[in-house]
Nanobody, 120 residues
Framework: QLQLVESGGGLVQPGGSLRLSCAASDPLDYYVIGWVRQAPGKEQEGVSCISISDGHTYYTGSAEGRFTISADNAKNTVYLQMSGLRPEDTAVYHC??????????????WGQGIQVTVSS
């Protein structure tokens, strides 16, 4: 399976932006790569995913219009550009590998994660 390493997290003020990166150990090929997050005391939540084979992207309601997922196949890297960040976006974000079922991204495994904190 792919090895995934996340980077780009940190502390940002409300309304700010961050770009998360997910570097994979092998070519992305036909994988579906996405991001999930988990806030303290809450269940894991899907954020967005991209189907590498056709470039289709999927977003959950809270990410729609604020976050953009993209892939650079030459670098085996998937990005999550986050804008208009809110305190409720604070969570550990994990890069994940899975599939798309209908319009829902479901995941088989994920990386160790990276902290994103939105606070003034």
């Amino acid at each position: 399976q792919l090895q995934l390493v996340e980077s780009g997290g940190g502390l940002v003020q409300p309304g700010g932006s961050l770009r998360l990166s997910c570097a994979a150990s092998d070519p992305l090929d036909y994988y579906v790569i996405g991001w999930v997050r988990q806030a303290p005391g809450k269940e894991q939540e899907g954020v967005s995913c991209i189907s590498i084979s056709d470039g289709h992207t999927y977003y959950t309601g809270s990410a729609e219009g604020r976050f953009t997922i993209s892939a650079d196949n030459a670098k085996n890297t998937v990005y999550l550009q986050m804008s208009g960040l809110r305190p409720e976006d604070t969570a550990v974000y994990h890069c994940a590998v899975g599939g798309v079922y209908g319009s829902t991204c479901l995941y088989d495994y994920w990386g160790q994660g990276i902290q994103v904190t939105v606070s003034s």
